[in-house]
């Protein structure tokens, strides 16, 4: 089934620990993007990936890191953990600028 | 700075009601207006994306129009069930900048039997 797949599904991370959210999509989109979702703030653009090769920053991109390696894969890295980042992680792709969004099932993380 | 509003916050309807769900947004510059479904503690799913040059877009029961002059965009949908239950966000990419998708804060719905 075409799609986005995340892993893991769900963690609870210590604060300080390197945790690294994965997100793999088979449908060729050319972007991809890394959404987290609070409550009663809801969805925020971390990083963003308009091309394999290129990166950048969206509206809350401190405290994380993403690499665009190849067309299927954007990993997002959590360097030194916070419990401020305690949330559900969405990855997101797109064939194009002006084509509709595809959201994986989301990560949910929390940061003790 | 583009911002997505979602009137109402909430709403509780008996099933078989029409329904319309309104979504604003104060740019008008956009590239396309998508709407989604999200069920409680699961992802996204896409119903419906319109593109700035278009109306409306139907899918089954749902109905979205959309006026790029005004602002809005509203979802209808029509002769509501239980299995509607869910959070309904309106969401649009904006035609300037790098490719972000600006979300409003949703609209939970609940029909009951």
């Known amino acids: 089934i075409a799609g986005i797949t995340q892993a893991p599904t769900s963690q609870i991370l210590a604060a300080g620990r390197r945790m690294t959210l994965r997100c793999t999509q088979d449908?060729?989109?050319?972007?991809m993007y890394w959404y987290r979702q609070d409550l009663g703030l809801g969805l925020r653009l971390i990083h963003y990936?308009?091309?394999?090769?290129?990166?950048g920053k969206g509206e809350v991109p401190d405290g994380y890191s993403v690499s665009r390696a190849n067309t299927d894969d954007f990993p997002l890295t959590l360097a030194s953990a916070v419990p401020s980042q305690t949330s559900v992680y969405f990855c997101?792709?797109?064939?194009?600028?002006?084509?509709?969004?595809?959201f994986g099932s989301g990560t949910r993380l929390t940061v003790v | 700075k583009q911002e997505v509003t979602q009137i109402p916050a909430a709403l509780s309807v008996p099933e078989g009601e029409n329904l319309v769900l309104n979504c604003s947004f104060t740019?008008?510059?956009?590239?396309?207006l998508q709407w989604f479904r999200q069920d409680p503690g699961k992802g996204l799913t896409s119903l419906l994306l319109?593109?700035?040059?278009?109306r409306e877009q139907t899918s089954g029961r749902l109905n979205a129009s959309l006026d790029k002059s005004s602002g809005r965009s509203t979802l209808y949908i029509a002769a509501s069930q239980p299995g509607d239950s869910a959070t309904y966000l309106c969401a649009v990419t904006a035609s300037g900048g790098y490719n972000k998708l600006i979300f409003g804060a949703g609209t939970r719905l609940a029909v009951h039997p």
């Open positions: 449908m060729r989109h050319n972007a």
């Open positions: 997101a792709s797109s064939r194009d600028r002006g084509q509709g969004y595809t």
């Open positions: 319109i593109q700035s040059s278009q």
């Open positions: 740019d008008s510059a956009i590239y396309n």
């Open positions: 990936s308009n091309t394999a090769g290129t990166t």
